[in-house]
């Protein structure tokens, strides 16, 4: 049943938009909805991954000449420093070391904002209560998308998976060090937020 959890949060991560935002950096973009998104909104985005089978549905998809598709992975990509008002990583982090915050950091325009929705590693009694929560809640979710959703063509690219290694206080301990001012919450999805705004 075709309910995606980073879909779902795709609105709350466009209110972090800065005014006046330009230039985007998409981090593990998939298939491409989020640099649309942010494509539909003005930006002019670089949209990175290091998975050829979902770039290449990004680009069937895509009409938009304000999204550039680069297969790169991100640990061996130079970042421009200050280029970009607007960075976004979508359960992406989690592939990738947990320094890629502060090279994301270094690559923002002074006033510009990096937005991570990650998936974190279970380990609190916290944690354990807000999946339990997230189970009843996605099921019906999952049912109201089939439902409206019958009869459309099932997407059959997926991007890989792999389960989180790091917890959230660990990466709160990490942004507590390396994104001064940071805002991190848990989500119900298995998901957490974490916004920055590097200062002027």
């Known amino acids: ?12 991560l466009l ?6 935002a330009r230039r985007a950096l998409d981090v593990g973009c998939g298939t491409g909805t989020f640099a649309r998104a942010l494509a539909r ?10 998975d050829e089978p979902v770039l290449t549905a990004a680009r069937s998809g895509t009409d938009s000449s304000r999204i550039q598709f680069r297969q790169a992975d991100l640990t061996a990509l130079e970042l421009p420093p200050g280029q970009y008002d607007f ?8 592939h990738l070391p947990l320094d890629t915050l502060a090279r994301l950091r270094d690559a923002l325009a002074p006033g510009g904002v990096l937005v991570v929705l990650g998936c974190y590693r279970e380990t609190t009694a916290g944690d354990r209560l807000i999946s339990l929560a997230a189970v009843p809640v996605n099921a019906l979710c999952r049912l109201v998308v089939h439902l409206r959703e019958r009869g459309a063509p099932p997407s059959r690219v997926r991007a890989p998976v792999t389960m989180p290694q790091t917890s959230l206080p660990e990466i709160r301990a990490y942004a507590e060090q390396h994104l001064p001012g940071f805002r991190v919450r848990r989500l119900l999805f298995w998901r957490y937020l974490l916004a920055y705004r590097r200062d002027r």
């Open 15 to 20: 209110r972090s938009l800065p005014p006046g």
């Open 41 to 50: 909104r003005g930006l002019e985005v670089d949209a990175v991954d290091r």
């Open 87 to 94: 960075i976004s990583c979508l359960a992406s982090l989690h």
């Open 1 to 12: 049943m075709p309910f995606d959890h980073n879909d779902h949060y795709h609105r709350l």
